[in-house]
């Protein structure tokens, strides 16, 4: 039925259609940006982004929060309009509306920009590169689609009712994609407990160098190293309250153990932090350390040897003497 006379824009009407524009907002780009991550992870661009895992908490539970919110306003203003068919040309409605679409129709346009402006300068066109590109025509596409026929057939049921079931199975197929190549809430828990009990060690081991450049030798136990004076207290596990595993090989040489609970590859889903911080006391290389090959570990109990190499430590070795 079409609206014999205009009706008034009241508040809730400006701000129930300046509700459901702000949501539908805030679902694309939490969703490409979820695209986005996941599409790094999967095609990652440079050989060190390899494994790295980005915390895609934030847009997962944006869409899953936020998608059935869109959906909630978007039928209360529906239903608005079924009662009263004038509010299908409230000026707040089309100003919205053809904001979307500039904003879709611009964003496809720098979209194709960038993907020609590539190719002009002779840069590699990655699979990852492309499936960004197609990413965000897709989703400004649909947009861009949906607005236009919405105000051309004035929020005619049927448009709506694909659009949200288009739009459905879109987030469900991302999210559920996410948490496949991401893994689990349990699974993101427990990486990062294991990346907390890296970065002890890493700071244990720093404390040990602290000793063994003091004393010329490593300490007999992690005891040893609690020092109130110098507020140094050796770190341990914040999940089970556990020591961590310590022992002295040599003068110069130590093992560190830890009790893990998901395994560390370079290109496996735990490998979610760096090799360490402290690169420069890590083994491999050149480094004060032999052996070994940063904080690679397994499931359960791993143990890291470390050897000391003094020729790293010139003043020390000056000052022993």
Known sequence: MEPTQKSKTTPKDFFLNLGAIAALYFLVINLVQLVFETIDF??????????????????IAALIIGFPLYLVLMNVVARGEAVDPAKKELSVRKWLAFLTLFVAGAAIAIDLIILLTAFLRGEEITMGFMLKVLAVLVVAGTIFGYYLSDLRYR?????????????GVLVI????FGFSVFGSPATQRALRFDADRVGDLQVIQGQVISYWEA??????????LNDPTRDVIVPKDSHTGEAYGYEKLSKTSFKLCATF??????????????TSPMKMYDSGGSSPFIGG?????????????????????????????
């Open 42 to 59: 999967a095609f990652p661009r440079t050989p060190e982004a390899t494994g790295f895992i980005p915390d895609v908490s934030f847009p």
């Open 155 to 167: 929020g005619v049921r049927p448009i709506r009712v694909y659009f949200a079931a288009g739009g």
């Open 173 to 176: 197929a991302a999210i559920a």
């Open 215 to 224: 004393k010329s030798t490593v300490p007999d136990s992690l005891n040893a």
């Open 261 to 274: 609970e998901r395994e560390s590859t370079k290109t496996g889903i735990a490998a979610r932090y760096p």
């Open 293 to 321: 090959e940063y904080w690679d570990h397994g499931v359960g109990i791993t143990c890291f040897e470390r050897k000391i190499d003094p020729s790293y430590f010139p003043k020390t070795i000056k000052t022993l003497r």
